[in-house]
């Protein structure tokens, strides 16, 4: 099975612009889950996606959101970027039921400047 | 607050030797997970222990779990460079109806020295 593939790997943008990163979880895995991870913060849940539904979220500004397709492919916006966003951006998916963890994609590192 | 925290933050061994890294976490669990990071990189996930299990093996791994005392150690033997990373100890929340959301702690930066 193809892994879990974030797009791009890397993003540079400019204070006040918005960024839309990209999640295709494998084949069959209809839970996706983005993560925030920074020096500071360490990884800090983001989202959590099942079945199209958001099921969760977490504690950041309504500039993120993120949605999920019906094909389970999800994406994640941030708009009017801050110098504090940049980050790595991880996505997760996995198997429905309690003894699966979760496979995570290489990430999407931003940069604003 | 991190529901995880590694200790120690950072370990330093020789190629060969054995690492033990902690985990303590502070409600109850129905797993707990471990994940390797490569600088940069995106998580693997290395194993999952249930609440009711106290002790998994996987290679040369080894995760034991005490539920008493809310704490995890992952084990690794015979260290090798390319287990050079950051490990990472998550849980899941104990409800597990609905969201799957991990918390994670800080991570443990593991060095092995060729």
């Known amino acids: 099975k193809a892994g879990v593939t974030q797009t791009p790997r890397y993003l540079i943008k400019t204070r006040g612009q918005q960024v839309t990163l990209s999640c295709s979880p494998i084949?069959?895995?209809?839970?996706v889950s983005w993560y925030q991870q920074t020096p500071g913060q360490g990884l800090q849940f983001l989202f959590e996606?099942?079945?199209?539904?958001?099921?969760n979220k977490g504690n950041f500004p309504g500039r993120f959101s993120g949605r999920q397709f019906s094909n389970s492919r999800s994406e994640m916006n941030v708009s009017t970027l801050e110098l504090g966003d940049s980050a790595l951006y991880l996505c997760?998916?996995?198997?429905?039921?309690?003894?699966?963890?979760?496979?995570f994609g290489s990430g999407t590192r931003l940069t604003v400047v | 607050s991190q529901q995880g925290e590694e200790d120690p933050q950072a370990l330093s061994i020789q190629e060969g030797e054995n690492a033990t890294m902690n985990c303590s976490y502070k409600t109850s669990i129905n797993n707990l997970q471990w994940y390797r990071q490569n600088s940069g990189r995106g998580l693997v996930h290395l194993i999952l222990?249930?609440?009711?299990?106290r002790e998994k093996h996987s290679g040369r791994l080894r995760v034991t779990l005490d539920t008493s005392k809310k704490s995890s150690s992952l084990l690794i033997t015979a260290s090798r460079a390319a287990d050079t990373a950051s490990y990472f100890c998550?849980?899941?929340?104990?409800?597990?109806?609905?969201?799957?959301?991990?918390?994670f702690g800080k991570g443990t930066k593991l060095s092995v020295i060729p």
């Open positions: 996606y099942f079945s199209e539904t958001q099921r």
């Open positions: 084949s069959g895995h209809r839970s």
């Open positions: 998550a849980t899941p929340p104990y409800s597990g109806a609905g969201s799957y959301q991990l918390t």
């Open positions: 997760a998916s996995r198997e429905r039921g309690e003894g699966y963890g979760y496979t």
């Open positions: 222990i249930r609440s009711n299990e």
